[in-house]
Structures are given as C-alpha cells and as structure tokens.
C-alpha cells in the first residue's frame, strides 16, 4: 500500500470524527440546498488544513457532493438554492457558494452573475473563494 492512500484513509478518518460538529451546526440539512432526510457527507474546502476542521468543512447531500466533484455533470436548476445559502452564517457554505455560482456564470447563466453582483464577502472569504477553483 502506498503512503498516499493510507494518507488519504487517515484524514478520511480524521473528517468523520467531526460529523457530530457538522451535524449540529447543519440541523442535519445540507447546507448547500437545504435538503434533510437523506445521507450527508462532509467535504472539505481547499485549499486544506493540515488537520481536518469543521470551519473548513461543509455538510452536504449526495447529489450537491456528486456536481461539486464533477463538475461537467452540473445541473444549473439544482444550484438556484445559493441564494440562500450565499447569505449562510457559515463562512465556509459562503465560499462554496460563490465558486459554484463563478462556475455557472462562466457557464453563461445570467441568474448565477446576478447572484454574485448582490454578493458580499468578507475580504478573507473572497481571497479563499479564489484559491481553488
């Protein structure tokens, strides 16, 4: 086994001692399109700590998880939740917000630009939305 995937296993690992934090600050929601009642999964934010956190953490639903990863398989209608979840108190659901919509808009989608012209972040969250995508 290479040193890569046990890597990846422990910090896999690490990720999922946080979900008690993650299910409480989320209501058991996603905090992306606020659906409950199905499974949720925490991703991290790049650029990563080198300790997983729940402050560079997000809890998500599998359908948000699956068009975040690849995005060429992104439905546009899906995302019009960001609205929302733009203005959420967590800094971390902010920024992934906003590097979602910059990937719509960059798609042509009038409503995402919309969005992001109303959009306000804190000059710290604007340079991390910036340092992934």
Request: charged content about 30%; overall charge negative; glycine content about 4%.
């Amino acid at each position: 086994m290479s040193t890569g995937f046990q890597g990846k296993f422990h910090r896999q690992n690490m990720l999922s001692r946080l979900a008690k934090d993650l299910v409480r600050r989320s209501r058991s929601k996603c905090e992306l399109c606020e659906k409950s009642g199905v499974k949720l999964e925490a991703l991290e934010l790049l650029p990563l700590e080198e300790e997983p956190c729940v402050d560079g953490s997000i809890f998500i639903c599998d359908e948000c998880h699956k068009q975040i990863i690849t995005p060429k398989k992104m439905i546009p209608a899906h995302w019009r939740c960001l609205n929302n979840a733009l203005w959420s108190e967590v800094p971390a659901v902010q920024v992934m917000s906003v590097r979602i919509l910059r990937r719509l808009e960059k798609s042509g989608h009038h409503w995402a630009e919309e969005l992001l012209e109303n959009a306000y972040l804190e000059p710290e969250l604007e340079e991390w939305s910036l340092q992934a995508d």
